[in-house]
């Protein structure tokens, strides 16, 4: 197939890639905010031009042929070249500008990254920031996503990942609450408090408490149990009991006197600790907004 062939083709190789990758017609459509029709009709032309069936699709699912697989292959290579083209691009620009697209968990966007990167789009204009808030796993490739910023000890592999700080669990009550029912001096102590917890999984009424080569768990109760961090503080600050946060979602109220914290020779086990990492994927050439971002987060959260 010669090249005036050929270029023709490229949009419907992108938008077959599309199509595999977000596993079936409207989802692709969704994602490049087309009708399922139009889809439906670059992978035709696509099918008739190379004379194979690519893909077999029912009411229910989609496949890929063999043909399929190794064009999608080499269709998926073109697109991660045409992607490092544009980012040589805009690695040469000495403004900082373009689409800037970043994942973050829930409450760290909420209570650390928000002001931060409200401040950063207002110091860099040029830049459109596209915010995704989620607690599950974002696949930066799958996702299209260019930063992901997570709470973590083990780095997703194959990404760069550069260290904004790090968070701890913190265990504490309001100074009203212990007053009336004791302050815990171990952790055994704490089967005698009213205890809230998160609720995400049956472990989450298990915390684990570390000191040295000891370990002791605890099965906890409480009259509340929820997974925001929030609505836990609030209760937590009205005297309703004790409960474990993230540093960074309690650490004024303790500074201002509102939160005791409890057990601090103690390190807890657990979830939503760890290193705070800025990950995005390795290249020659990363585009400018990427570096001034996690140069930006870094200098405001270190």
């Not at 989802?27 to 077999?56: C, D, F």
Request: hydrophobic fraction near 40%; charged fraction near 20%.
């Amino acid at each position: 197939m010669d090249t005036n062939s050929l270029i023709p083709l490229l949009s419907e190789l992108a938008v077959f890639t599309c199509v595999v990758e977000a596993g079936g017609f409207s989802a692709a459509a969704q994602k490049l905010g087309v009708a399922p029709s139009s889809i439906s009709r670059s992978v035709t032309r696509l099918e008739n031009a190379l004379q194979e069936k690519l893909l077999e699709r029912t009411t229910r699912q989609m496949r890929l042929t063999a043909s399929g697989q190794q064009v999608y292959l080499l269709s998926s290579d073109m697109m991660s070249a045409a992607k490092l083209a544009v980012s040589a691009a805009h690695s040469e620009k000495e403004q900082v500008s373009g689409m800037l697209r970043v994942a973050a968990p829930k409450a760290l966007s909420r209570q650390v990254l928000a002001p931060v990167l409200l401040d950063f789009i207002e110091d860099y204009p040029q830049v459109s920031l596209q915010l995704k808030v989620a607690d599950h796993y974002i696949d930066p490739i799958g996702d299209e996503v260019d930063v992901i910023i997570q709470i973590t000890d083990k780095p997703t592999e194959g990404l760069v990942a550069r260290s904004l700080g790090r968070c701890r669990l913190v265990l504490c009550a309001s100074p009203e609450y212990l007053q009336q029912q004791g302050t815990p001096n171990h952790p055994d102590d704490l089967v005698g408090h009213n205890c809230l917890c998160l609720g995400e999984n049956p472990r989450d009424r298990v915390w684990d408490f570390y000191q040295a080569e000891q370990k002791v768990s605890v099965n906890v109760r409480g009259s509340l149990t929820v997974n925001h961090s929030e609505i836990r503080r609030e209760a937590v600050l009205r005297g309703f009991g004790i409960s474990l946060f993230p540093e960074f979602a309690i650490r004024p109220y303790i500074e201002s006197g509102a939160l005791t914290e409890l057990l601090s020779d103690w390190h807890l086990g657990g979830n939503y600790q760890g290193q705070i990492l800025a990950q995005y994927a390795q290249s020659k050439y990363i585009p400018n907004q990427i570096k001034a971002l996690v140069d930006y987060l870094q200098q405001r959260m270190h």
